[in-house]
T-cell receptor, first 113, second 118 residues
Framework: GAVVSQHPSWVICKSGTSVKIECRSL??????MFWYRQFPKQSLMLMAT?????????EQGVEKDKFLINHASLTLSTLTVTSAHPEDSSFYIC?????????FGPGTRLTVL | AQSVTQLGSHVSVSEGALVLLRCNYS??????LFWYVQYPNQGLQLLLK??????LVKGINGFEAEFKKSETSFHLTKPSAHMSDAAEYFC????????????????FGQGTILTVHP
């Protein structure tokens, strides 16, 4: 299957700082990618749809000014958590692919102190 | 309302025993469904998917699932559990408001943690 990478795999930051997470499609072009968040012992929840060359679409309840998404190329989407707080600590996973087959990145563990 | 619902947050089986993980979907969901497996601190790996055609779908690692429209179910099974099957399993499908193709957007069930004991 196709490969999606994420960087970094884990990050620890102080409260109030911003953190950028990269999601790359390594062997396919992704006009659309998705960002999910997974809290401990919970399922994945879709945060937003990242669209190459246009604005992201956010799910209800997700603050677009806090979670900035940029999809500047067909192989890279970035999620920036601005002014992170401890409640933003979570596992962030991206995906890309086709309608009937999404490929998931390995995830990024964010811990905000 | 959920698009997909998994029954049982934890399932425990003996090595060699049948594995049955349950998933039901909303009848308004477009008929394509997935099962993913997640190992601790890792992303998701696709086990199998149903889109169209044969309702009995075979996946990797000996898993299979049957799409039953009459029961709105897509249960995951494996005849004989291995210790390496211990992981969390997610059933997924398009959101209820997906409309057309939804471009790959997925909603996930609550997850089922499978424990395999010797």
């Amino acid at each position: 299957g196709a490969v999606v990478s994420q960087h970094p795999s884990w990050v620890i930051c102080k409260s109030g700082t911003s953190v950028k997470i990269e999601c790359r499609s390594l062997d396919f072009q992704a006009t659309t990618m998705f960002w999910y968040r997974q809290f401990p012992k919970q399922s994945l929840m879709l945060m937003a749809t990242s669209n190459e060359g246009s604005k992201a679409t956010y799910e209800q309840g997700v603050e677009k000014d806090k979670f900035l998404i940029n999809h500047a190329s067909l192989t890279l989407s970035t999620l920036t958590v601005t002014s992170a707080h401890p409640e933003d600590s979570s596992f962030y996973i991206c995906s890309g692919g086709r309608v009937h087959e999404q490929f998931f990145g390995p995830g990024t563990r964010l811990t905000v102190l | 309302a959920q698009s997909v619902t998994q029954l049982g947050s934890h399932v425990s089986v003996s090595e060699g025993a049948l594995v049955l993980l349950r998933c039901n979907y909303s009848s308004s969901v477009p008929p394509y469904l997935f099962w993913y497996v997640q190992y601790p601190n890792q992303g998701l790996q696709l086990l199998l998917k149903y889109t169209t055609g044969a309702t009995l779908v075979k996946g990797i690692n000996g898993f299979e699932a049957e799409f039953k429209k009459s029961e709105t179910s897509f249960h995951l099974t494996k005849p004989s559990a291995h210790m390496s099957d211990a992981a969390e399993y997610f059933c997924a499908g398009p959101p209820l408001n997906a409309g057309g193709t939804s471009y790959g957007k997925l909603t996930f069930g609550q997850g089922t943690i499978l424990t395999v004991h010797p």
